[in-house]
């Protein structure tokens, strides 16, 4: 499913990064990045009985993260499978919101 993230930002010509590092001191990372608008793009992978996004320990690691990431300026953006085909949409949002100076 991440496969479709990407294909969509390469179709709309966007500036990103994998696996984008976004805090010196720590290893939390972000899925895509999108320089141009500050955002962190996370796949949620929730659909295996294994995933660590589902345990108690995991899904509090998530909350901090997403939490220090927006603490220190950046947007993120969550999608799991069900949601996953929403991303051109809201993609296409945050190119319009930025062509007028409000992103």
């Known amino acids: 499913m ?35 608008f500050l955002t962190g793009i996370e796949y949620e992978g929730i659909n295996s009985a294994k995933s660590r996004h589902t345990s108690l320990k995991g899904f509090t690691t998530d909350c901090e993260k997403y939490n220090l990431a927006q603490i220190n300026g950046y947007t993120v953006l969550r999608y799991t499978a069900l949601n996953v085909t929403e991303f051109g949409e809201h993609l296409e949002m945050m190119i319009n919101l930025k062509k007028n100076d409000l992103f």
């Open 2 to 36: 991440k496969d479709e993230i990407e294909w969509v930002l390469k179709e709309k010509n966007i500036t990103y990064s994998k696996e984008f590092k976004f805090l010196s001191d720590r290893k939390f990372r972000f899925d895509f990045y999108l320089p141009d």
